[in-house]
């Protein structure tokens, strides 16, 4: 006879597991604060081309760094296709693991190879970012998405914020080296990781719930009437077909959202913001490296913590502004853009360390406002189905420019730019943007009619 299954959260509604929302929420929102926590990441260039690794900064800049670039864009596609497939909790476990073994090596390594290695495997991690902000839609119920969505993202803003703060106190007045950073950070994460064992398992994926619980449960009963090896097989079926039904819906769905000029104006700028703040991020530590004074004491961690805490300030700060969007977004858009611009270009041309710190600060700042703002006007326009697929294509595209801009930049033998000049490369962009931006905006004024045409279906 086959075996009875039970589904302890299944009742005449689906009801999640560990009491409700809450459960869920808080084992998730612990993971998502421990595994940000991690205080060598402000100084993590300096220790490595300081007497623990003894890296040049060129190593560094050319060999090191774009590891993690080239590697997360290679990783998001198949982490974006099994995440579902998989069920959120097991890509979470593996980003927790990647942490781990990327610190470990960060940790216990010497030489390049050591340092591509662990970044190679934080390159996973970051991949699978995906999971962490779609697993809580997977065990809540829809009522409780705006809730939840803002605790996962303010646990991970104040965790990196804690992070950086607590590095720069450390540093600052403990005296604490860089090796103890780097082993807080491990222990960080290795909590993370514990935390990311405890979070329930999903009943049903979050886009293909029917279909798959059901051939997931047949394949449940089969399993006891067959031989491994036909489970494994059935297993095996089940997951191609699961893997062609979404690349088919990934091009359809991709045809219907894009034919809308709002998600596709507001997308472009998504997707050239993360490439231009993310590639200044990477690099600003070895920018800093070149022009601060000898013997100074670095405030690397307290400028990251400044800079994420005003961000989520003027992020919150977005949510309660009156302002007809329709009219003034783009402009907006552009002029704050513009205002990025010119915080990178004086961090650049100054040869002040602490004007360099505040136009970071100022930067930073202005762009977690902007994603914000780019973020809510692409989902007025589309239906909750196409949230997930929109946002992470706007995170490859970003990728993909990263990466090309990378390997000109950057692993150009015949360009060899000083780390100032590669930041003002990256200004051209921003520049672009904004000019863009403001263009549309005057398109629109002159009476071309407005970007929104409505909520997409």
Not at 178 to 187: E, H, M, P, R
């Amino acid at each position: 006879m086959a075996k009875q299954v039970t589904w302890p959260c299944r009742a005449a509604r689906y009801t999640p597991c560990c009491a409700g929302w809450v459960g869920p929420t808080v084992l998730l929102c612990v993971y998502g604060f421990f595994s940000m926590m991690r205080p060598i990441e402000p100084f993590l260039t300096e220790f490595f081309t300081g007497p623990y690794k003894n890296l040049t900064a060129t190593q560094v800049t050319t060999q090191v760094y774009p590891v993690l670039t080239y590697f997360s864009l290679v990783f998001l596609i198949p982490v974006l296709l099994v995440t579902d497939l998989l069920r959120y909790k097991p890509v979470i476990v593996l980003q927790g693991l990647s942490y781990v073994t990327a610190f470990l090596l960060v940790l216990l390594g010497s030489g390049i190879r050591a340092a591509q290695v662990a970044l190679f495997s934080y390159s996973i991690a970051m991949a699978a970012d995906v999971a962490y902000f779609t697993y809580i839609y997977s065990v809540v119920q829809p009522s409780y998405y705006q809730r939840v969505t803002s605790y996962v993202r303010g646990a991970n803003l104040l965790g990196y914020a804690v992070g950086a703060l607590l590095a720069q106190i450390l540093q600052s007045l403990g005296g604490v080296s860089l090796y103890c950073l780097a082993f807080v950070t491990l222990i960080s994460v290795s909590i993370a990781l514990i935390t990311s064992l405890l979070l329930p398992m999903p009943k049903t994926s979050l886009f293909i719930k029917e279909n798959y619980s059901v051939q997931q449960r047949n394949a449940d009963e089969d399993a006891d009437k067959s031989e491994s090896q036909y489970y494994i097989w059935v297993w095996s079926v089940t997951a191609a077909r699961h893997i062609g039904r979404m690349f088919t819906r990934l091009v359809l769905d991709c045809k219907q959202c894009y034919s809308s000029v709002a998600v596709l104006f507001f997308c472009i700028w998504a997707a050239t913001g993360r490439c231009g703040f993310y590639q200044v991020a990477s690099y600003v530590q070895l920018l800093w490296l070149y022009i601060q004074p000898h013997n100074f004491t670095a405030y690397n961690g307290g400028v990251d913590g400044i800079g994420t805490l005003s961000g989520a300030a003027a992020t919150v700060a977005v949510g309660h502004m009156s302002l007809e969007w329709s009219v003034w977004g783009e402009l907006l858009l552009g002029v704050l853009t513009f205002l990025i611009a010119g915080a990178v270009f004086l961090m650049d041309l100054t040869d002040n360390i602490w004007i360099s710190y505040t136009c970071y600060i100022l930067s930073k700042t202005i762009y977690m406002q902007l994603a914000t703002i780019c973020s809510f006007q692409i989902a007025k326009t589309l239906s909750r189905k196409r949230y997930a697929l929109v946002f992470g294509i706007n995170i490859f595209m970003g990728m993909v420019l990263q990466s090309v801009l990378t390997a000109i930049v950057i692993n150009t033998k015949s360009l060899q730019l000083t780390i100032t000049s590669q930041v003002l490369e990256y200004l051209n962009i921003l520049n672009v943007k904004g000019a863009m931006e403001t263009m549309k905006c005057c398109q629109i004024k002159q009476g071309t009619g407005s970007l929104y045409t409505g909520k997409m279906q």
